[in-house]
């Protein structure tokens, strides 16, 4: 592993993308960012741009008119990448997503425009299981990190 | 408790408000309904706003399948007589669906005229601005000209370089025009604000939202009143004990309501924690916004504690799932209260101890006082509601004008209306400062009852009936919070629409008045100082482009999909 590597894997930088859910997932996600749970000791920082970040935290159903910022948002974060659903929408689109009839809005979960590597369930998961399902991610990403680097 | 009318008021309504209307029908609670000619809709709006001084609550419509739209008006009364509020209702085909526009009396009914051009294709006759709310600008508008949309241009062809809804042409701007979204920093939901800048000053802004508009209402038509409560309180994860009481005062409101004592002060508790950790996060929000990182952790940091009471009574942290049609569904016991009774005393101190503390910091002030003004008079035209009216000195709050089903009885419970006269964001946050430290004192008053008594939490809910109307109202953090509920003719189980008016609907239309004349850097915390709240505001619409391969949906199509009944019947 890389001097670069092993930097990335001791403090990941996250980026919330909010997907268009109910804001319940969000602010857990900020709680856990928050001086009780303070992931920021570990080294895990949110950051304004997705350009600078290695974990993706995707909130919420994706309604359709987010759909092209979604992928927009995922391609502009710089490989190896993890994401993370966080939230029932963003694992399976939760009660906004309908089949017969179709919920005219909402395309599903974020699983069907964009990679999605750990889930995190609940409605909304406590930040103990967020924080929980980003120490999933960081794995990935060492994982990711180390099939890059051979 | 049961919730009783005054039967006089429809006399009132037929001599005093409205002698022009056809029919007149009490609905429960002080709701009169009145059926008028649609041409008088305006005539009507503009009395009332002149003689009357009424509020416009919300303008809506309802599909009514072959017999045409109901519009639907609705008034709020309540500074004339005792919680009065007036539902007009005109009736109008579906061949030429455009009403007289009332949004060229009050800026009031601006975004509901836009917003149901979009859902059901209602074009109002005259209406200051004819853009669309939740759909994109670009969409196609086939359903004026009778012609095909437009072929989709050649060039580049992906989603997002189609989308540029810009409000100001690139061309006019002599100034800079500065994009800001959907996502960015400043709020963590996506909208697109476009600032036109001189220098640094703000000169014109424009607002584009509906990106979040996940069809609630119609999730709630089809499944039902009581499946309903649960999409209901995910319309908003932060103020989701507010939606979760207007839903189900809206839906008591169908029928003679009761409920028992214990689940009314049940539910002003739950209410009430709701506003405190939503207080305690906008402050938050706005100290991280100027870059005051300390007061985003101080706040915050109280904050969890909140959060930790609330989930000691429901269970939950943030979707509490526990309100029902006709009481609640999880009682808090003796032993429960008396130990969340000293965590809210001594977290009540340390607020009145610290928060004005940091209203009072010198980089709160710099930052905030002058901030975005917004005068009485343009918070009254425009309709703003909640902490940024009462922020502009006037004084209305739901809880005291038109009260949900929850104790805000003066008699029982003692509180008051905070307001202030700053008219700016400093002024705002004074006054969600002042309204922490009220809420909390409902509080410990509704734990100190709950202590001392037992009882029902729930009655057997009744049957709903055909064919009435329902209107829950509610104070939720950010403000007023609108239900509306028609229940169907023919089935008891499905509502034959159903409407939410949110708060923030109605102050981010006042966004851009604020904003101009600020400087650049001010944008986000103007913005943030509504404490908008987009999943609220965008809850419903529809987009043309699918994943992957491109599925589209023309003008025509949307507007058949939109006058669908609920069985698929067009």
Known sequence: MGLIDRARIYS????????????????????????RFDVERFGIQLVASPRHADILLATGCVPKQFIPMV????NQTPDPKVVVAIGGCACGGSLFYDEDPENYAILGSPDMLIPVDVYVPGCAPKPEQIINGVVQGILKLNEKATRRSK | MKFESDPTLVDFVRTEVVPEGTSFRALHENRVAVRINAEDADRLAGRFMSRFNARLIHETAVDMEVEGFDMVYIYDFSKVKDRLVVVLEARISKDDP??????????????????IHDLLGISPRGTPDPRKQFLPYEWPNAAESGAAPPPPEKGPSGPQEKWIPLGIAPNDAYATLIPIGPYHPGVIEGQTVYVKVEGETVVSADIKTGFHHRGIQKLIERRGYHKGVFAAERVCGICSAAHGLAYV???ENLYEAE???????????????????????????????????????????IRERVMDIIESITGNRVNYGIWRIGGMSRDVSKELAERVLPAVKALKAEMAQ?????????????????????????????????????ASNWRIDVRADNPPHAMYDPKVISWEVVTDEGC??????????????????????????LAKTTGDIRLEPKVIPVNSEGIGLNEAPRGELVHYVRASEFNMNLPQAYRIR?????????????????????????????????????????????????????????????????????
């Open chain 1, 12 to 35: 990941p930088w996250v980026y919330h993308l909010h997907c268009g859910g109910c804001n319940g997932c969000d602010i857990e996600t900020l709680a856990a960012l928050a001086p």
């Open chain 1, 71 to 74: 992928k927009r948002v995922y």
């Open chain 2, 98 to 115: 455009s009403p007289p526009s009332i949004a060229k009396i009050t800026w009031q009914a601006s975004w509901a005229e836009r917003e």
């Open chain 2, 249 to 251: 005062t809206a839906c």
């Open chain 2, 259 to 301: 409920v028992p004592d214990r689940a009314l002060y049940l539910r002003t508790l739950l209410l009430e924690l709701n506003r405190v950790h939503s207080h305690l996060l906008w402050i938050g929000v706005v100290a991280d916004v100027i870059g005051w990182k300390t007061g985003f952790h101080l706040s915050w940091g």
């Open chain 2, 354 to 390: 610290l928060l004005p503390e940091i209203a009072a910091h010198s980089v709160v002030k710099s930052r905030l006082v002058g901030v975005g003004p917004l005068s009485y008079a343009d918070a009254f035209d425009g309709g703003a509601v909640g902490p940024v009216a009462r």
């Open chain 2, 424 to 449: 700016d964001t400093y002024g705002r946050t004074l006054v969600r400062v002042k309204e922490l430290l009220v809420s909390s004192e409902i509080i410990i008053q509704c734990l100190e009852y």
């Open chain 2, 502 to 570: 949110t708060p923030s609907y109605r102050n981010n239309a006042l966004i851009p008045k604020m904003l101009v004349g600020a400087n650049l850097a001010d944008v986000p915390v103007v913005m943030g100082s509504t404490d908008q709240c987009l999943a609220c505001t965008d809850r419903f619409e529809v987009i043309r482009e699918g994943g992957g391969a491109s599925q589209s949906m023309s003008w025509g199509e949307l507007v058949a999909l939109g006058r669908r009944g609920r069985f698929g019947r067009v």
